[in-house]
């Protein structure tokens, strides 16, 4: 069982700046893809980032050239690094944690992002 832990989520400005953080652990096997979803009030859950163990990145259209995914394969940890926020970025940020060898995805509990006009 993989266990998500994530943090960093806050209250901000717009045009501020927040690092969102997930650490996995008890994971026996390759953690493939880690990434962070978001999902707003009557909104379905949408991609925001991913990064493969390799290092390959993905964004949504919305947040590219804005938000920086990055991971350290080391420690099992993912980061999301959002600058220029728009209210438009609030949501609940879930962390998620693919491994393919059983093609299931792992979710964290979620951590609030809310940024203010």
């Known amino acids: 069982q993989v266990q998500l832990v994530e943090s960093g989520g806050g209250l901000v400005q717009a045009g501020g700046s927040l690092r969102l953080s997930c650490a996995a652990s008890?994971?026996?096997?390759?953690?493939?893809?880690m990434g962070w979803y978001r999902q707003a009030p009557g909104k379905q859950r949408d991609l925001v980032a991913e990064?493969?163990?390799?290092?390959?990145?993905n964004y949504a259209d919305s947040v590219k050239g804005r938000f920086t995914i990055s991971r350290d394969n080391a420690k099992n940890t993912v980061y999301l690094q959002m600058n220029s926020l728009e209210p438009a970025d609030t949501a609940v940020y879930y962390c998620?944690?693919?491994?393919?060898?059983?093609?299931?995805?792992?979710w964290g509990q979620g951590t609030q992002v809310t940024v203010s006009s």
């Open positions: 990064v493969t163990e390799g290092g390959s990145t």
């Open positions: 008890g994971s026996r096997f390759s953690i493939n893809t």
């Open positions: 998620n944690a693919y491994i393919a060898i059983f093609d299931y995805r792992y």
